[in-house]
């Protein structure tokens, strides 16, 4: 499946700044309570929220609802769309990829 640019702008939103990348750090040992999350992170409530919003709008983490609390994991769908989303755009195509490629903008 090819991702549109849009697509891979969210994907690669998500990753892009440290406390997301650490929350999904935590998330690699499983689900996780936005509680346990808060703890770790020493994060505020509202900022929390904002971190979780983005990696769930990427859909690399999904959410549900328990009680008062929101419960995180990665989401393996999500996961493998990221996956193919680098694939795509560092993928080198078939075309003549040769070092001495000349530059026509001389001539």
Same mark, same amino acid.
């Given at each position: 499946?090819?991702?549109?640019?849009?697509?891979?702008?969210?994907?690669?939103?998500?990753?892009?700044?440290?406390?997301?990348?650490?929350?999904?750090?935590?998330?690699?040992?499983?689900?996780?309570?936005?509680?346990?999350?808060? &703890?770790?992170? *020493? #994060? +505020?409530?509202?900022? %929390? $929220?904002?971190?979780? =919003?983005?990696? @769930? /709008?990427?859909?690399?983490?999904?959410?549900?609802?328990?009680?008062?609390?929101?419960?995180?994991?990665?989401?393996?769908?999500?996961?493998?769309?990221?996956?193919?989303?680098?694939? &795509?755009?560092? *993928? #080198? +195509?078939?075309?003549? %990829? $040769?070092?001495?490629? =000349?530059?026509? @903008? /001389?001539?």
């Amino acid at each position: 499946m090819e991702l549109t640019n849009k697509q891979m702008t969210v994907i690669f939103k998500a990753f892009c700044d440290e406390n997301r990348i650490q929350i999904l750090k935590l998330l690699k040992g499983g689900e996780r309570c936005a509680c346990e999350l808060l &703890e770790e992170m *020493s #994060l +505020s409530q509202p900022t %929390l $929220s904002h971190h979780m =919003k983005i990696l @769930c /709008d990427s859909g690399v983490v999904t959410g549900r609802k328990e009680g008062k609390w929101m419960y995180y994991t990665i989401s393996a769908e999500g996961a493998e769309l990221a996956r193919s989303c680098i694939a &795509e755009i560092t *993928s #080198l +195509s078939g075309q003549d %990829l $040769s070092i001495n490629r =000349k530059c026509n @903008c /001389d001539e």
